[in-house]
């Protein structure tokens, strides 16, 4: 009985032909990984679903039960290395699979946590992780309500990766997406950009850029529980997490088909973030954040919903971006300082591998 | 300022003493597996949930949210090798995740799928674990809703890990757990047991045995379903995955406080495997299944609950294996054919790792 199947038949689907095998790229949440779940993943899957819902390839997928929807989101992490700056693979997971709850309207409410550990991971270090994703999902108000143990053999791994997902439950008057996204919308983010890439880097690299630049990584769900609270018409949300801002506003931009315009000189950028990007040659948009946000509001809400982030600790440095536009439909537009413009594109691969 | 936590100041608690570094037996579903949850992960979430919520250390977690119960469930599979006969790691991780749903007494509704790829791996083997993923979900009529793809490099990984959530919801009327086993239930097996460990390590060794025995991967919702609408007195149900049927009588003669006694030659072991397991020196109460379940009935619903799971095409080999008693409480007893007694104890590690 032959158990192994024969995969000298299968038709690579033409974008996939160039990369017959995995490469990095195809984890890195730019155009590689969209062409891996568009032409591989969602065919594989297809009528296993109710249309649409996994088609949005949204953060999280929105499910209507008899009287409430339930978002469940999932995400594994395999950041390396485990510790750097301002936190670990542990708060990591869980500060990001509740932000993929919050960015999607959602209000988190409990997570599970699947570990697959290498033999030879000394316990004390397993220990500190789990301890301090207990202390994240705390802070946050979220419950961690089951889990899984799995252990591969020594070399088969790396240390730790860690699954979490999660559910939370959208408030009824709660309607955010791409349908939603109107030329003339405000974009947002809801602090400073590119940390949590940039730390990651300089703890692999052995990089010392005078002082210490600490990941971003925190809950967003209590900041996104004022904004949707505030009465501000929020239109959609996500976190620039992967490919960072410019990733994020391209899907968008795709999803909504809108053009998207922002200003460059108004995206913030610690000073700090902007010298090591530019020593390490890196551009801050595609920059890997874990703590922030980029809303899409009506125009009208703009002043309003940067009023209500900047009271909140997590979304202190939130600045206006950009605006929605009809013109160029799937393409992000950046107005540089000299007054010039430039098509952000969607990278092909992130910049920097394993950042979460 | 130092991202890397000191370590050396961890005092281990005393039953990881041993090992204080991961061993592959703390993935195992034993004794290793059990204390590495109790002494590290539940102390690390403790407050992050209700009580008892993650304390239940069920297949699934059940959240009550405002009108309706959710089972939330999370298993990362890391089955080697990841072809074997009858199934894959794949629709290994869709049964897999819907089977720990179901015996919670939830229908599954939807599953997430967390993809760790590592780099190198053939895109077409990738599309084949995928299809057979979607193929899995549609035969158990679930949803794959979600989704999650990350890249680690050449040498970190073993070609896939497959992490799945799920969600289902559990009707109002059902109420499983070990708060329900009572001394003189019935304890009753859906099929015969051992074919997945023997399948995956036959592959694995490159044994031969005569006939080829596959494993028994199936979805268990369906039968889940038909005998909990029989109106059979269902008190608890569990799949005897990891550590096998030995090791899952032992959580329940734990959790519920009583004792089990099976009566060996009552216990549905097929010939092939019998065999295979003679000479491999496996005892087959210990091995993993992956497409039968325990169930604790009340004992004058046993002959109901059989011919129900009997009338189902993945309960034809159902079978009553023992009773509850109110002696020796948290220990499983086998009757032996030559009328003896042994103490079917719960294993340190899963005689084979890896198995799922």
């Given at each position: 009985?032959?158990?192994?199947?024969?995969?000298?038949?299968?038709?690579?689907?033409?974008?996939?032909?160039?990369?017959?095998?995995?490469?990095?790229?195809?984890?890195?949440?730019?155009?590689?990984?969209?062409?891996?779940?568009?032409?591989?993943?969602?065919?594989?899957?297809?009528?296993?679903?109710?249309?649409?819902?996994?088609?949005?390839?949204?953060?999280?997928?929105?499910?209507?039960?008899?009287?409430?929807?339930?978002?469940?989101?999932?995400?594994?992490?395999?950041?390396?290395?485990?510790?750097?700056?301002?936190?670990?693979?542990?708060?990591?997971?869980?500060?990001?699979?509740?932000?993929?709850?919050?960015?999607?309207?959602?209000?988190p409410?409990?997570?599970?946590?699947?570990?697959?550990?290498?033999?030879?991971?000394?316990?004390s270090?397993?220990?500190?992780?789990?301890?301090?994703m207990?202390m994240?999902?705390?802070?946050?108000?979220?419950?961690?309500?089951?889990?899984?143990?799995?252990?591969?053999?020594?070399?088969?791994?790396?240390?730790?990766?860690?699954n979490?997902?999660?559910?939370?439950?959208v408030?009824?008057?709660?309607?955010?997406?791409?349908?939603r996204?109107?030329?003339?919308?405000?974009?947002?983010?809801?602090?400073?950009?590119?940390?949590?890439g940039?730390?990651?880097?300089?703890?692999?690299?052995?990089?010392?850029?005078?002082?210490?630049i600490?990941?971003d990584?925190?809950?967003?769900?209590?900041?996104?529980?004022?904004?949707?609270?505030?009465?501000?018409?929020?239109?959609?949300?996500?976190?620039?997490?992967?490919?960072?801002?410019?990733?994020?506003?391209?899907?968008?931009?795709?999803?909504a088909?809108?053009?998207?315009?922002?200003?460059e000189?108004?995206?913030?950028?610690?000073?700090?973030?902007?010298?090591?990007?530019?020593?390490?040659?890196?551009?801050?948009?595609?920059?890997?954040?874990?703590?922030?946000?980029?809303a899409?509001?009506?125009?009208?809400?703009?002043?309003?919903?940067?009023?209500?982030?900047?009271n909140?600790?997590?979304g202190?440095?939130?600045?206006?971006?950009g605006?929605?536009?009809?013109e160029?439909?799937?393409?992000?537009?950046?107005?540089?300082?000299?007054?010039g413009?430039?098509?952000v594109?969607?990278?092909?691969?992130?910049?920097?591998?394993?950042i979460?």
């Open positions: 009985m032959s158990d192994r199947p024969d995969l000298e038949n299968w038709s690579c689907p033409l974008p996939l032909r160039d990369h017959p095998n995995v490469v990095m790229g195809h984890g890195g949440g730019g155009r590689l990984s969209a062409e891996l779940v568009e032409h591989l993943l969602l065919p594989a899957f297809a009528g296993t679903h109710d249309a649409d819902v996994l088609n949005q390839l949204g953060d999280a997928a929105v499910l209507s039960l008899s009287c409430q929807r339930i978002a469940f989101s999932t995400d594994s992490y395999v950041v390396q290395p485990r510790f750097f700056p301002g936190g670990n693979i542990g708060d990591l997971a869980v500060n990001g699979t509740i932000n993929d709850l919050a960015v999607s309207g959602a209000v409410l409990a997570l599970s946590v699947g570990l697959i550990l290498e033999e030879g991971l000394a316990l270090e397993l220990a500190f992780i789990a301890n301090t207990g994240a999902a705390r802070r946050a108000g979220v419950s961690i309500v089951t889990g899984d143990t799995k252990v591969v053999d020594f070399g088969h791994g790396d240390g730790v990766y860690i979490t997902s999660g559910i939370g439950v408030p009824a008057w709660v309607d955010l997406g791409p349908h996204v109107t030329p003339g919308d405000a974009v947002i983010v809801s602090g400073v950009i590119g940390r949590h940039v730390a990651v880097l300089s703890v692999r690299e052995g990089l010392e850029f005078g002082s210490d600490c990941t990584s925190v809950p967003l769900n209590g900041l996104v529980h004022d904004l949707l609270g505030s009465g501000v018409e929020v239109h959609m949300m996500r976190d620039p997490t992967r490919g960072g801002v410019a990733a994020t506003l391209n899907e968008i931009a795709t999803s088909r809108v053009g998207v315009e922002i200003v000189r108004n995206v913030p950028v610690p000073d700090d973030v902007r010298a090591a990007c530019g020593f390490l040659g890196l551009d801050p948009l595609y920059v890997a954040n874990e703590g922030c946000l980029v899409f509001v009506s125009a009208d809400d703009a002043e309003q919903a940067l009023e209500v982030m900047r909140h600790e997590f202190r440095g939130a600045a206006l971006i605006y929605v536009t009809s160029h439909a799937g393409t992000v537009v950046a107005r540089t300082a000299i007054g413009q430039r098509v594109d969607l990278p092909l691969a992130e910049q920097l591998p394993r979460c």
